[in-house]
Nanobody
Framework: QVRLVESGGGLVQAGGSLSLSCTAS?????MGWFRQAPGKEREFVAA????????TYADSVKGRFTISRDNAKNTEFLQMNSLIPEDTAVYYC?????????????????WGQGTQVTVSS
């Protein structure tokens, strides 16, 4: 069992930036970020392979968000720039032992508790 702990959420004005972190209690393969806004279903944000060479992003965040990881620290990051109110959501970290899972949330075994990101207009 791997435990994931997110940090870095908060309140920011539109156009601002936030950086999220997710630290795992053990080794992980593919890692990703998902988000859920009030009244909406959880949606994919970004994912990164074990080695970090493969990444994918939702169209809505492409060019604004960057996913990365530091395997020595069992940590993944999500740098969020040019934030807009539509980015407001609870952001969840996800991980699995398999090397690459991409955007399919149903394939991720481990989930964090979520961190709130609020973007004011």
């Amino acid at each position: 069992q791997v435990r994931l702990v997110e940090s870095g959420g908060g309140l920011v004005q539109a156009g601002g930036s936030l950086s999220l972190s997710c630290t795992a209690s053990g080794r992980t393969g593919s890692m990703g970020w998902f988000r859920q806004a009030p009244g909406k279903e959880r949606e994919f944000v970004a994912a990164i392979s074990r080695g970090g060479s493969t990444t994918t992003y939702a169209d809505s965040v492409k060019g604004r968000f960057t996913i990365s990881r530091d395997n020595a620290k069992n940590t993944e990051f999500l740098q969020m720039n040019s934030l807009i109110p539509e980015d407001t959501a609870v952001y969840y970290c996800a991980a699995d032992s398999r090397l690459w899972l991409g955007a399919d949330s149903s394939k991720y075994l481990y989930w964090g508790q979520g961190t709130q990101v609020t973007v004011s207009s």
